[in-house]
């Protein structure tokens, strides 16, 4: 086997996986303001920033060669019910509204959930009981999603986890002659330990318990698979594994059983671990960043949402 590894040029005429700054979408953090600049500790390099700022932020993605960013909205105010989510002035819409304007050719996907909203930081509306009900956070969603839309979002990322989200967006998007708008659907999304960074960036820590009612439990891989297939039988354009590289496997068996184009999202704890590892001088940053990227390839994922696009993009 050695024969094929004696130099670089052996090694590339066999490589069996190629990275390239086309799979590569960016989370932006979006706030209200101008000039707001609010850097997130436990993420470095990623802050949460104000319409002006993430001007700035999509034409260097685009000068990348990065094709998509995917947005999230730090609010002004918190509810019960996350009203800013779907409001027309809301810090998503605006910076959407901006980002259309200023950089028509960066793709933009807008993430829908609530648990950035609401004051209690579950995904949905909850009941007396405290239990996140679902269809009647689906039709919120669906709202929210329509808001987006109508703000210049060229895709919508159900992030929640409610059972029938897919078909209300779908349904919403579709009477509103939004017919032509994709859905990226986080269909295997995990409850995992690895957002507690992104928790902090998004301030979206539930304030009580847990999402296990909601999110997947990590053992599973099956039920990964009904996930994914409800959610394309819904109208998902895309279905998304989240966390990328815990659940290899999960991408991988996706992968195979779906034609369907599958993303991996390379969350908030995967990235700030290797920045942490790093910073301590335990890791080489660059190595690690690109190696985890190739595995998620490698594993079948044909887009990665990752912390790291804007560096990985410009090593490669
Ligand atoms: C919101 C949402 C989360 C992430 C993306 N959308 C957090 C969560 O479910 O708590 C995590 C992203 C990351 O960790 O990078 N539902």
């Given at each position: 086997m050695r024969r094929m590894r004696a130099s670089d040029a052996h090694r590339r005429m066999i490589r069996e996986t190629r990275l390239s700054p086309d799979r590569f979408i960016y989370p932006l953090f979006a706030v209200h303001g101008e000039g707001v600049r609010r850097p997130i500790e436990s993420m470095p390099g990623c802050a949460q920033l104000s319409p002006d700022l993430l001007v700035e932020e999509a034409s260097e993605l685009v000068s990348l060669g990065i094709p998509a960013a995917l947005l999230f909205g730090v609010p002004a105010r918190k509810d019960a019910v996350g009203s800013e989510s779907r409001d027309p002035h809301g810090?998503?819409?605006?910076?959407?509204?901006?980002?259309?304007?200023?950089?028509?050719?960066?793709?933009?996907?807008?993430?829908?959930?609530?648990?950035?909203?609401?004051?209690?930081?579950?995904?949905?509306?909850?009941?007396?009981?405290?239990?996140?009900?679902?269809?009647?956070?689906?039709?919120?969603?669906?709202?929210?999603?329509?808001?987006?839309?109508?703000?210049?979002?060229?895709?919508?990322?159900?992030?929640?986890?409610?059972?029938?989200?897919?078909?209300?967006?779908?349904?919403?998007?579709?009477?509103?002659?939004?017919?032509?708008?994709?859905?990226?659907?986080?269909?295997?999304?995990?409850?995992?330990?690895?957002?507690?960074?992104?928790?902090?960036?998004?301030?979206?820590?539930?304030?009580?318990?847990d999402r296990r009612s909601y999110q997947m439990d990590p053992p599973n891989v099956r039920e990964a698979l009904r996930e994914i297939e409800l959610d394309i039988q819904e109208g998902a354009d895309i279905a998304m594994v989240k966390p990328a590289m815990p659940y290899l496997d999960v991408i991988r068996a996706a992968r195979g059983r779906f034609e369907t184009p599958i993303a991996a999202y390379q969350v908030s704890g995967e990235y700030a671990m290797i920045k942490a590892a790093a910073r301590l001088g335990w890791l080489d940053e660059q190595a690690a960043a690109l190696e985890s990227l190739t595995s998620i390839a490698r594993a079948g994922a044909d887009m990665i949402v990752t912390y790291f696009a804007k560096d990985a993009a410009r090593l490669l």
């Open positions: 810090a998503v819409q605006e910076a959407l509204r901006a980002l259309k304007r200023a950089c028509p050719s960066l793709l933009l996907i807008a993430d829908v959930c609530l648990c950035a909203y609401t004051d209690h930081g579950h995904c949905g509306m909850l009941n007396e009981h405290g239990f996140v009900e679902n269809d009647p956070t689906a039709a919120l969603l669906a709202e929210t999603a329509l808001s987006h839309a109508q703000a210049g979002a060229d895709m919508v990322a159900p992030s929640d986890m409610m059972d029938g989200r897919v078909g209300a967006i779908r349904s919403a998007l579709d009477a509103a002659e939004y017919a032509h708008l994709p859905i990226m659907s986080y269909a295997a999304k995990y409850a995992s330990a690895f957002y507690g960074p992104f928790r902090e960036a998004a301030d979206s820590a539930p304030q009580f318990g």
